[in-house]
């Protein structure tokens, strides 16, 4: 079925162990989003994408790295994982950065770092 | 940094009332986004816009750009519609410029 699909939709790992979230879209849209969302907090980029090969850096990139080798997929790596980055985790995809076709996310990963 | 407040954070509500969910912002934007969280976790895409009004079934959302704020409204609530909504404004500037407000979260009660 076309659309977003996150992976793994729940993680228990270990504080310092690195950990790589997956997104995979069938849309073949350009923009890819990765944010958090936290109690108290509204969702939160971390990083983005224009393109293969073009990311960028969000509100809130400190522990993160991403890749985009190919337009479909934008993994998203937590280096050495900290209990700070426990957190439900949105993969989003755009046609345009102005998301004048709206956008759509992933279901989501729930992320627990102990 | 544009800065996004809903009110109220919580509502709870009969099933068959009309609800009303306020979004402001301080920055003019170029478009203003609604989404629906359901209880699962997934995000919705409802509405996009950037001025007057749409609809779609039972919901509008309404914006005033001289006065920085939308409002979701859902005429004839049901249970189904419980979720937490959430307004995102887009200040423009490409495509880090989203800010997300915190949420409603809304129940209806049968």
């Known amino acids: 079925d076309a659309g977003i699909t996150q992976s793994p939709r729940y993680k228990i790992t270990e504080t310092g162990r690195q950990v790589t979230l997956m997104c995979h879209q069938t849309?073949?849209?350009?923009?890819m989003f990765w944010y958090r969302q936290d109690l108290g907090h509204g969702l939160r980029l971390i990083y983005y994408?224009?393109?293969?090969?073009?990311?960028d850096k969000g509100e809130v990139p400190d522990g993160y790295v991403v890749s985009r080798s190919k337009t479909e997929n934008f993994p998203l790596t937590l280096e050495s994982a900290t209990r700070s980055q426990t957190s439900v985790y949105f993969c989003?995809?755009?046609?345009?950065?102005?998301?004048?076709?709206?956008?759509?996310f992933g279901s989501g990963t729930r992320l627990t770092v102990v | 940094k544009n800065e996004v407040e809903q009110s109220p954070q919580n509502l709870t509500a009969q099933e068959g009332e009309f609800i009303t969910i306020n979004c402001s912002y301080s920055?003019?934007?170029?478009?203003l986004h609604w989404l629906q969280q359901h209880p699962g976790g997934g995000i919705v895409s409802l509405f996009m816009?950037?001025?007057g009004k749409k609809k779609h079934g039972r919901l509008i959302a309404t914006i005033n750009i001289q006065e920085k704020h939308s409002s979701l409204h859902i005429t004839a609530s049901h249970p189904r519609d419980s979720a937490v909504y959430i307004c995102?404004?887009?200040?423009?500037?490409?495509?880090?410029?989203?800010?997300f407000g915190k949420g409603t979260h809304l129940i209806i009660q049968p």
């Open positions: 989003a995809s755009s046609e345009s950065s102005t998301f004048t076709y709206g956008y759509t």
């Open positions: 849309w073949s849209h350009s923009y």
């Open positions: 994408s224009a393109a293969a090969d073009i990311t």
């Open positions: 920055v003019g934007i170029s478009a």
């Open positions: 816009l950037s001025s």
């Open positions: 995102a404004a887009h200040s423009g500037g490409g495509a880090d410029g989203l800010t």
